[in-house]
């Protein structure tokens, strides 16, 4: 919501993409009417957050608007109390410039981007000085703001997360028998699989040295002078060059 408020900062005089954009779902009369709420209304769709803000569908009436919020049980009074306890980025405040509280005497509407913590916040407002700007507003001149449910908890309980499925492939085509399922379950399995990869990895390569050792041993009882340190070094070495030679070849 914010990230739409402030794209359109700098906007101004009319008709402008914040009237157009009305005027296109409302009719013509729009074009050239006072536009704080209709930008309001702009930044809820362009964000994805109309079902939140617009809960009775696009307002071009602040009043209408409060309203609407009030219905919801969301109104907060102007007080300095109250903003600073409940003023929360992207709640929708509304002023009355004669200083009363009263929803009815609203004359124009922004939404909240900063909380200052002193009973002022900092706005983004369309249409103030015909212009979509950032204000600073204290209680003397807010009649009262709501903060809409833009966030909602999904009711999911336990057999719904054990039974959520994935809609891609952990695998590949190569791999077609491993298929998106379970997401937990998919999950331990791809652990698994790690585990046992690194497993056999590992004791293949203990098997490597285990013989490695066991062929200088041997070749030690043949013939004294041989140093089976450096020889079981030197066959490594030998060993991690053939590999990374392959590898190369490979690529």
Known sequence: MLAAAVADLGMAGRPNPVTREYAARHGNEYLEAPWCQMGVTRWAHKSGNAAAVLPAGDRAYTVWHAEDGARLGLWHPGTAEALREHARPGAVIYFDWAGTDRRAAIDHVGIVERNLGDGRVQTIEA?????????????????????????????VGAKEMWQHELKVPFGSAENPSWQAGNLLVNAVKLVLEQRKTLAELGAKVDAQTAAIQAMAEAMARQDSEIDVEALVARIQQEIGRIQVRLDVSDA
């Open 127 to 155: 249409n103030t000085g015909d212009a979509c700007k950032r204000r600073v507003r204290g209680p003397s001149v807010i009649a009262g703001f709501w903060n809409p449910p833009y966030e909602k908890e999904d009711d």
